[in-house]
């Protein structure tokens, strides 16, 4: 097995991560520093990370269904609930790919496979996420377009892949970035906060009736499928909006003039608070 696979299947990062710890010098093999990333470990081999003997652990892989009110942390210095407190003892030091904030519930994966959660985080590899969103307000679908164009928020420009209106309020969504608080931050641009967010697909995977706070691990055909690349699919389409109650013009220009503004609302805050 190559090094930096070994190291990341310890639980000591991704493959990035522990390429990192071996060019700069915190790896020996067998008493001597090892700085070649293409170095082969055998199982007689002694590996060690700054004087810590080092073992490769089974690899593991789950499927969660959070729910709200957990972080997605290992550990959390208010001790707070994780989503860690929701799996048993015995399992080996995993991670978690993506994070979904407090206040979001729907699928994560949890490994120790370094080598796959950055395949499925980079976004380069195209891997989607799929999200039921609940708004505070009806939506209104001609802002759908700017959505799927894509606009800088904090932490970058981000873009919809997919956007569908399932009711007045709830949208489907799907992203291939994964951007810090992405859909709450492009919904909030548009003068739109999010009450409800569900992570329902990611990649292949679906929820399958695992019910919110369970996990399952994932099959063999299902990691495979993974670390497959996305095919190429037509372009996707979103399911027909439900139509907008008629509304009078009379007087339509006053009407918005006397609209109160949004005052009072400071979206950074209010994510700081669902995140923790």
């Known amino acids: 097995m190559r090094l930096n696979r070994f190291l990341a299947s310890?639980?000591?990062?991704?493959?990035?991560?522990?390429?990192?710890?071996?060019?700069?010098?915190?790896?020996?093999v067998n008493g001597e520093p090892c700085l070649d990333l293409a170095t082969t470990v055998l199982p007689s081999d002694s590996v060690k990370v700054d004087g810590r003997l080092v073992k490769a652990e089974p690899m593991c892989y789950l499927l969660l269904n959070k729910p709200k009110g957990f972080l997605c942390?290992?550990?959390?210095?208010?001790?707070?609930?994780?989503?860690?407190?929701?799996?048993p003892d015995g399992f080996p030091r995993l991670f978690n790919v993506g994070?979904?904030?407090?206040?979001?519930?729907?699928?994560?994966?949890?490994t120790n496979d370094g080598e796959l959660a950055q395949?499925?985080?980079?976004?380069?590899?195209?891997?989607?996420?799929?999200?039921e969103v609940i708004l505070d307000q009806p939506f209104d679908s001609a802002k759908r377009e700017?959505?799927?164009?894509?606009?800088?928020?904090?932490?970058?420009?981000?873009k919809m892949e997919g956007l569908a209106q399932l009711g007045p309020q709830k949208l489907k969504v799907?992203?291939?970035?994964?951007?810090?608080r992405q859909i709450r931050l492009m919904f909030y641009d548009l003068g739109y906060e999010v009450d409800q967010l569900t992570r329902i697909r990611i990649g292949p995977l679906k929820a399958n009736h695992l019910p919110l706070g369970a996990w399952r691990m994932l099959?063999?055909?299902?990691?495979?499928?993974?670390r497959k690349e996305p095919k190429s699919k037509a372009a996707w389409k979103p399911a027909a909006a439900?139509?907008?109650?008629?509304?009078?013009?009379a007087n339509k220009g006053n009407r918005q003039a006397a609209k109160p503004p949004r005052k009072g609302r400071n979206f950074t805050t209010k994510a700081r608070r669902h995140e923790g």
Not at 73 to 81: C, F, G, L, V
Not at 99 to 110: C, P, T
Not at 148 to 157: A, D, S, V, W, Y
Not at 174 to 180: A, D, E, H, P
Request: aromatic share 4%; hydrophobic share 35%; proline share 3%.
């Open 219 to 226: 099959t063999a055909r299902e990691v495979e499928s993974l």
């Open 119 to 131: 395949f499925l985080t980079h976004p380069s590899h195209g891997v989607e996420k799929e999200y």
């Open 10 to 28: 310890a639980g000591l990062g991704s493959r990035r991560g522990v390429e990192k710890m071996i060019v700069e010098g915190h790896v020996t």
């Open 99 to 110: 994070r979904l904030d407090k206040e979001s519930e729907g699928l994560l994966i949890l």
């Open 73 to 87: 942390t290992a550990d959390d210095e208010k001790d707070r609930r994780t989503i860690f407190d929701l799996l």
């Open 174 to 180: 799907i992203l291939k970035q994964g951007l810090k």
């Open 146 to 158: 700017k959505l799927l164009r894509g606009f800088h928020i904090e932490g970058g420009r981000a």
């Open 242 to 249: 439900s139509p907008a109650p008629a509304k009078s013009t």
